[in-house]
């Protein structure tokens, strides 16, 4: 399944597909084709975080932060933080609804 997101006024494709990645991954983000991909067999709460993940590495990228780009770390805390926040706050539901329905490809 492959939707369109803006991020920072660039067009990426986001597919969800069967990846064979290692232990710890769980999508990759390539800026230089404008593609972001999550594994489809991940559960919702982790799927969701993955993505917002391979946001942050998008927006860290296309912001000429290419030294964060690189800051698994970071990035895991700052996914995991604002998918909690969205989350609880009843925000994400809403959100996540909104996008499902206006980037299909």
Request: charged share 25%.
């Amino acid at each position: 399944m492959k939707k369109r997101l803006n991020i920072l006024g660039l067009n990426y494709t986001v597919e969800f597909k069967n990846l064979a990645l290692g232990k710890q991954e769980c999508g990759n983000c390539s800026p230089d084709t404008l593609e972001i991909e999550i594994d489809a067999n991940l559960p919702p709460d982790k799927h969701n975080v993955s993505l917002f993940h391979e946001i942050i590495h998008a927006a860290l990228y296309e912001t000429g932060n290419r030294k964060e780009y690189t800051n698994e770390r970071l990035i895991d805390n700052l996914a995991l933080a604002l998918y909690q926040t969205l989350r609880d706050s009843g925000a994400l539901n809403m959100q996540w609804e909104m996008l499902k329905e206006s980037s299909r490809v």
